[in-house]
């Protein structure tokens, strides 16, 4: 704690923050941005890292992916949360390493020095060793995976409205959802809407009854962490919404254009143009790099597990909050679930703890309130369950609605966001719908000499199918050449598995 802790050797912003404690927060997602707050009137600089120039609120992705709102409504830049702060830096990029020895991270590849760090780095989405389904199947995690997604649904959408063969449309509004969480059960709902409803009568081809929704689970039921009865409400509302669920079902592999899916009946094979996966998650890497060098624990699935303040063992100065570690110091001993309530929780309280440390305060305990877990399911339906008080239906989404725009750090995109939602469910319209191309495709481009389809060098066409609903049509058009096995809907085979055609049950999502 000397002159030469420097916002990572760059000038502070006063004079008087010149040798004040050095807090380096990497990661600026509930947990990272909750310490920064915290923070805000101690004695210390803060130099906030993250390889993102915003904070993404994750929980609304699925509304990115069906065209509801636009990128912008759920993140908002780091400069405006918190970059006005007297004592904070924001800067961009992404830490790789932390020597916690010389109390060193290493950002943008050098060295630099901290009194306190915070890792607050999230999680990833997972494929349980089977990255190659990552193609076939986008994960949910970032924005551009929501973008990815709705890109797939609305250019399947698009191929289905100018295809002549029924069966070839059937194909194009299948859509399979993997894992059927929250995350997976929201989407599935909000895909329905989406292709069901909202653009019923826009597109003059498409028979929204025709769209099949499948929702694979190895559980028995949806929303396996919530009590019996909310996730019976959940079904029944997914089933009113013509949503599939296939229990006690994993996906063995997966293909452009089919996934093989392992049933209590024996293997099934769909065949759909769009595959979304929201089995699984990771956490952030740089929990197994803090293990490497601290020898400090890491739970089964790879979280960092902490002390009562979120500490490591011999390192008062490093906390490791969020997704990212595993905090089992709770009333019942279970650890606190990978939620944005409890990241914002143990943000806050980090926050709090080291400007006691720094001012010689007496520092606070940690208590963790459970306030439970809630899941939209349409647009005007959700279950909640708070603490033993149960919701479902309008009551539950109107109580999703406000906890989630309470959550939603800043006020322009709680307004942007309570207008849109309403709109929508007066009207069922969505405005976000617009395909575009990557950058390379048409920088080269200006709106009065654009070809149509848009084409620059190379590139795709923003009006010719992706790669990916390309090769699934590829798929398609040679599977429809073999005889279909007799008694089965085209788009779903119960496959003889005998021979070991469909894949290695062994390869079975654990
Ligand atoms: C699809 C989806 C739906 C969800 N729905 C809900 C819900 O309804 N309710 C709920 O409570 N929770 C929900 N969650 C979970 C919730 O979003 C997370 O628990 C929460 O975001 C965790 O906060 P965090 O601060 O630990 O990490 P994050 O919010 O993930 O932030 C981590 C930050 O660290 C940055 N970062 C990562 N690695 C580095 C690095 N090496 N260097 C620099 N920066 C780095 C990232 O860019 C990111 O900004 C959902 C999550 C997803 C994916």
Known sequence: MAGDHFFLELEPPEERLRDVPHVVIVGGGFAGIHACKALAKADVRITLIDKRNFNLFQPLLYQVSTGLVSRGDIATPLRELVGKQRNVQVLLGEVTDVHPEGKQIVFNGKAYSYDHLVLATGSGSTFFGHDDWRTFAPPMKILEHAEEIRRR????????????????????????????????????????????????????????????????????????????????????SLERDGIEFMAQSRVQTMGPGEVIIGTPDGDRRIQAATVIWTAGVRPSHLGSKLAEATGCALDKGGRVVVQHDFSIPEHPEIRVAG???????????????????????????????????????????????????????????????????????????????????????????????????????????????????????????????????????????????????????????????????????????LLDTSDGSAADSAAAIK
């Open 153 to 236: 649904l609305l250019m399947a959408m698009e191929q289905a409205e100018q295809t002549p063969d029924p069966s070839a449309r059937q194909f194009l509004q299948t859509v399979v959802i993997v894992g059927a969480g929250p995350s997976g059960c929201e989407m599935a709902g909000a895909v329905s809407e989406l292709m069901r409803w909202a653009l019923n009568n826009a597109f003059k081809q498409l028979d929204p009854n025709k769209t099949r929704i499948v929702l694979v689970d190895p559980g028995e039921r949806v929303l396996r962490a919530m009590p019996a009865q909310q996730s019976e409400a959940a079904l029944a």
């Open 323 to 493: 997704d990212l570690s595993n905090y089992s110091h709770t009333i019942n001993g279970k650890p606190m679930p990978g939620m944005a309530a409890p990241a914002k929780q143990a943000g806050t309280f980090i926050g709090k703890d080291i400007a006691a440390i720094v001012a010689n305060r007496s520092c606070p305990t940690f208590n963790y309130f459970d306030f439970g877990s809630m899941a939209v399911l349409d647009r005007a339906t959700a279950v909640a369950d708070l603490r033993g008080l149960r919701f479902s239906g309008g009551v539950g989404w109107l109580l999703w609605a406000f906890v989630h725009l309470v959550l939603i750090p800043d006020w322009e995109n709680r307004i942007t966001l309570s207008v849109k939602w309403i709109f929508a469910l007066l009207t069922q319209q969505r405005s976000a719908i617009l395909l575009t191309g990557m950058p390379s495709q048409h920088m080269a481009l200006d709106a009065v000499d654009a070809h149509f389809p848009m084409k620059a060098g190379e590139g795709v066409s923003i009006a010719e199918p992706d790669a990916a609903l390309k090769a699934a049509m590829d798929y398609y058009s040679h599977q429809m050449s073999r005889p279909p096995l007799s008694g089965q809907p085209p788009t779903q085979e």
